[in-house]
């Protein structure tokens, strides 16, 4: 079964620093490759996705995350982060099987506050 | 475009009542899911329907949880009866695989937070 870790729980960090949260799974074959953000009292909102093509993949707000397939990883990255990027970052996966896609699955998710 | 809507947004009873959960998906969108999200943990699948049928509901705890989706559109999550551990975010999502050619993208409702007392 597929499994995604996401290895830091709490990151605390000051305005304008830069910010990097690593995110791997397990899982041989294809992947589609997500992150999704909650802001405090909203709703899952999808922050980049990487499905193919060029691994560097741009979201909103700045964010970007990186697929690296040797190393099963897909982090997070903001060169310089504000206080309103507080929220909680899931990563999560679908692997393909058969031609077909399965269910996503999530990380545990990190809880990101910035200092203002 | 609209979102995906749920209701109720909180719900609090007591063990061994009934509750449920209504779930309206994004116009258009074929693929509807029903996820459990416990407080520390990322949100986990409990089923999964391709218009009205079942795709995937093999972590649905089918004692106590049921789901429809009767006309292919709107869907309800229904607990009975509920246990101490059933409290959790309940969120639904939905997706067009048809428009994306399978690489689909699944959009989240604001969930409903569920307390059992």
């Known amino acids: 079964a597929q499994s995604v870790s996401q290895h830091n729980h709490h990151v605390i960090l000051s305005e304008a620093a830069s910010l990097e949260l690593g995110c791997n799974y397990s899982y041989g074959g294809t992947v589609n490759l997500f992150w999704y953000v909650q802001y405090p009292g909203q709703h899952l909102q999808l922050l980049l996705k990487y499905f193919s093509g060029d691994p560097l993949v741009k979201g909103i707000k700045g964010f970007e995350a990186e697929f690296i397939k040797s190393k099963f990883s897909f982090n997070l990255r903001k060169p310089s982060v504000q206080w309103s990027d507080t929220a909680e970052y899931f990563c999560a996966v679908n692997a393909f099987s058969s031609g077909s896609a399965r269910q996503l699955t999530f990380g545990s998710g990190t809880q990101l506050t910035v200092l203002p | 475009e609209a979102g995906v809507a749920q209701s109720p947004r909180y719900k609090i009873i007591e063990k061994r009542q009934s509750v449920a959960f209504w779930c309206n998906p994004i116009?258009?969108?074929?693929?509807l899911y029903w996820y459990q999200q416990i407080l520390g943990q990322g949100p986990k699948l409990l089923i999964q329907f391709q218009n009205n049928g079942v795709v995937d509901d093999s972590q649905l705890p089918k004692d106590r949880f049921s789901a429809e989706r009767l006309k292919g559109v709107d869907s309800t999550l229904k607990i009975q009866p509920a246990k101490l551990e059933d409290s959790a975010v309940y969120l639904c999502a939905s997706s067009s695989p048809a428009a994306s050619g399978g690489r689909d993208t699944q959009y989240f409702g604001p969930g409903t937070r569920l307390t059992v007392l």
């Open positions: 116009s258009g969108h074929a693929t």
